[in-house]
């Protein structure tokens, strides 16, 4: 089990930070619209793009996105069907036992208040 939620650990991680590089790396469809709407030809399709137009980036992204959102909720189904939370420390052996703490005396007095100090 443990092997597994490595693997989807690092799914995660590849998928999340493939993300972020092929955002990165795209064209924006934004970038364009000034220098079309500096032309005078402009038209809504060259200012927002066409809805069928998916470039390899485009898809890999989806794609990487897809991998990122599938194995977070992976690891959201594995915690919440986790036994053990957190540290466990129910099997640890001790090699000697605590000191138990020194019982009070019966007979102790309250501690004297400090003697007043003569003023010069």
């Not at 970038?31 to 793009?49: C, I, L, P």
């Not at 986790?82 to 640890?92: A, Y």
Request: net charge positive.
């Amino acid at each position: 089990m443990e092997a597994f939620k490595t693997l989807i650990w690092i799914i995660n991680i590849i998928s999340a930070l493939s993300v972020v590089v092929l955002v990165l790396l795209q064209h924006g469809k934004g970038a364009d619209a000034g220098a079309t709407f500096g032309s005078g030809s402009g038209s809504a399709q060259g200012v927002f793009g066409s809805a069928g137009n998916a470039n390899f980036l485009s898809r890999a992204t989806a794609i990487a996105a897809t991998f990122f959102f599938a194995t977070c909720m992976a690891m959201v189904y594995i915690h919440t069907h986790t036994n053990k939370h957190g540290l466990d420390f129910s099997n640890v052996k001790q090699t000697q036992q605590a000191p138990k703490p020194a019982a009070p005396a019966e007979n102790q007095s309250a501690p004297a208040a400090p003697a007043p100090q003569q003023q010069k």
